[in-house]
């Protein structure tokens, strides 16, 4: 089904965009994994800026908190997608039975 806005509800469009919202789910990890585990250490701020270190440290901690929720966002709503897609071709498969046995009179209209 297409819409006049340039939207498509198939299948394979719907699958399509699931891939592509699990891809972009796992490169966002995978693109920033110095957020999990910084070599940066307290030490190596200097000792005149240790004072500061903490709080980067912690920022560096909550930034990848949010990444990694957002990922597990992203990876759910791909997931919807996916069944979605496959909740949407099934119907369909559905209807199209239904429609090809009312044309050849199976139910007894014709």
Do not use: C
Not at 45 to 66: I, M, P, S
Not at 74 to 96: K, M, P, R
């Amino acid at each position: 089904m297409s819409g006049g806005g340039g939207y498509t509800a198939t299948t394979e469009a719907l699958s399509k965009a699931s891939k592509k919202i699990g891809d972009l789910a796992e490169k966002l990890l995978d693109d920033n994994p110095n957020l999990e585990t910084s070599e940066l250490t307290k030490e190596k701020f200097g000792r005149v800026h240790q004072a500061h270190a903490d709080k980067y440290l912690e920022g560096t901690k909550q930034l990848w908190g949010a990444l990694s929720g957002y990922s597990k966002a992203l990876e759910s709503f791909g997931t919807n997608i996916s069944t979605a897609g496959s909740a949407y071709g099934t119907n369909e498969d559905n209807q199209s039975g239904a429609i090809t046995k009312t044309g050849n009179g199976v139910d007894g209209i014709l």
